[in-house]
């Protein structure tokens, strides 16, 4: 398995520590959130404190408007500004709520709304299946149409073990727990389960129920996600794609294609694993399938 992020960081530079106090905070804060989201959030709050340099229950809203005029001087991309503004925001909260601030002197800002790129990130069918053609190994090809007819994330597809497997009718199903701590199943297409169990026979020795399904060919320990990126950027140059795919965009493409052919939107959001139908319904503002410029005469 891969290494688990720390849940208490003591220091953010050599020369400024936390108190004690704020990292067991932020440890509160973080609790029960993704380990995605735990990484970058905690990133994003120390390097605030660190900005601040003084002790939290000191801190006032000129302190964050210097913090967040700081982050545009320095010309963050708007999504990396805006989910920093969203982290501090949160964790600010959250002291108050627990009584480490008198106040929430993060409420009056706002998070900017920046422009959704979700369709720069939908990769045809065709594409899809370019990118599982050129991958570089059986295992590597198999591990991408997972990813492309599951849905999965790709933390999903690096924790999977062989006992969240089971066969189902001509195909497999797949437990996944997934982000937010939620469980969720999802049926594995016919030829993709019978690639899965041909891959399996291919081991030089048969797998336990806790051997990882996609196992690092060094170690034989669970992949880590920068190892599933590199795997699907070295088939995207193979195939001739864009070169900043990764593998989160086979999991749009799922969204995508399965809604144009007919899905019920809340089938796909229970697939993917979504808290809301809203997120699942960005796929279909990004590719819609009519729009007044079709009425026009030019």
């Not at 500004?81 to 002197?105: E, P, V, Y």
């Not at 990764?246 to 399965?258: E, F, G, N, T, Y």
Request: net charge positive.
């Amino acid at each position: 398995m891969t290494e688990p992020i720390p849940d208490v960081v003591t220091t953010v530079a050599a020369d400024v520590a936390i108190a004690p106090e704020t990292q067991q905070l932020m440890t509160l804060w973080l609790h029960g959130k993704s380990r995605h989201t735990r990484r970058y959030y905690r990133r994003d709050a120390e390097r605030f404190l660190h900005f601040a340099d003084a002790p939290l229950d000191t801190l006032d809203a000129i302190d964050v408007q210097r913090f967040f005029d700081d982050l545009e001087r320095n010309r963050l991309a708007p999504s990396s500004l805006g989910r920093t503004i969203a982290a501090i925001k949160s964790f600010l909260k959250f002291a108050h709520q627990m009584g480490a601030h008198s106040n929430n002197i993060g409420a009056a800002f706002k998070v900017p709304s920046t422009k959704d790129t979700l369709s720069e990130r939908i990769l045809t069918r065709e594409e899809v299946l370019a990118l599982i053609d050129h991958a570089s190994s059986d295992r590597n090809r198999v591990m991408l149409r997972m990813l492309y007819s599951c849905g999965l994330r790709v933390s999903e597809l690096c924790g999977l073990q062989w006992r969240d497997l089971r066969s189902r009718q001509d195909g497999g199903q797949v437990t996944i727990y997934g982000k937010g701590n939620k469980t969720r199943v999802v049926l594995i297409p016919a030829s993709v389960w019978h690639d899965l169990q041909a891959l399996k026979e291919k081991r030089p020795t048969l797998p336990t129920r806790t051997t990882p399904v996609f196992p690092s060919q060094k170690g034989g320990g669970a992949l880590d996600p920068s190892q599933i990126m590199r795997i699907v950027r070295q088939a995207a140059r193979k195939a001739g794609l864009d070169a900043n795919i990764s593998p989160h965009w086979l999991r749009h493409a799922h969204a995508s294609h399965s809604l144009d052919r007919g899905a019920p939107i809340h089938l796909v959001q229970n697939t993917l694993g979504h808290s809301s139908v809203a997120t699942t319904g960005r796929y279909l503002h990004a590719r819609p399938q009519d729009s007044s410029s079709k009425y026009l005469d030019l």
